[in-house]
T-cell receptor
Framework: DARVTQTPRDKVTEMGQEVTMRCQPI?????VFWYRQTMMQGLELLAY????????DSGMPKDRFSAEMPDATLATLKIQPSEPRDSAVYFC????????????FGQGTRLTVV | GEDVEQSLFLSVREGDSSVINCTYT??????LYWYKQEPGAGLQLLTY?????DMKQDQRLTVLLNKKDKHLSLRIADTQTGDSAIYFCAEARMDSSYKLIFGSGTRLLVRP
């Protein structure tokens, strides 16, 4: 049962704390995307990786967000320090990218910063 | 600009057809997608169309592509209450290493 797994599903944290979200992409996929979903902004692309190398992270606030792929089975998105405006659902998606980039999404991490 | 644009909301009566529209930005995009998001879940691919096609039909779904106007639509025939969800269009931008950009989503409400 190939699927993208995200942990945790829900996270409530206090402002100023570090938050780490994890994603296990589908085995064999070469591209990983991180998106943030809010009511106001819709689905924003934060960063994406191809073959573990970052291709574009221009959608991320650089001062507090960082995204990495320490190995092919794990992608992480960290926020330090977190702020209430970071509250959103964060989705990871993976794909085998050729011309057709059919992306498979995880269930998301719902982050609440109080 | 960067944005893929969709109307935010559509309400239809059960049994009617729904048409969800989208405008995209990159003429080099080779594949265009429609995803569905149900409450509390991630996005799931519904269908996609290759840019050299004008139309694709898949059961109750019809995708129309007007490449000249960069306009994409999704028609759902005989809309059911189970079709109530948020629908996203997306483009894979070939000139940006297939960066996958989504619209803001159209919330479809199907009334009994």
């Amino acid at each position: 049962d190939a699927r993208v797994t995200q942990t945790p599903r829900d996270k409530v944290t206090e402002m100023g704390q570090e938050v780490t979200m994890r994603c296990q992409p589908i085995l064999g996929h070469n591209t990983v995307f991180w998106y943030r979903q809010t009511m106001m902004q819709g689905l924003e692309l934060l960063a994406y990786f191809r073959n573990r190398a970052p291709l574009d992270d221009s959608g991320m606030p650089k001062d507090r967000f960082s995204a990495e792929m320490p190995d092919a089975t794990l992608a992480t998105l960290k926020i330090q320090p977190s702020e209430p405006r970071d509250s959103a659902v964060y989705f990871c998606a993976s794909a085998w990218t050729g011309e057709n980039t059919e992306a498979f999404f995880g269930q998301g991490t719902r982050l609440t910063v109080v | 600009g960067e944005d893929v644009e969709q109307s935010l909301f559509l309400s239809v009566r059960e049994g009617d057809s729904s048409v969800i529209n989208c405008t995209y930005t990159d003429s080099s995009s080779t594949y265009l997608y429609w995803y569905k998001q149900e409450p509390g879940a991630g996005l799931q691919l519904l269908t996609y169309i290759f840019s050299n096609m004008d139309m694709k039909q898949d059961q109750r779904l019809t995708v129309l592509l007007n490449k000249k106007d960069k306009h994409l639509s999704l028609r759902i025939a005989d809309t059911q209450t189970g079709d109530s969800a948020i629908y996203f269009c997306a483009e894979a931008r070939m000139d940006s290493s297939y960066k996958l950009i989504f619209g803001s989503g159209t919330r479809l409400l199907v009334r009994p």
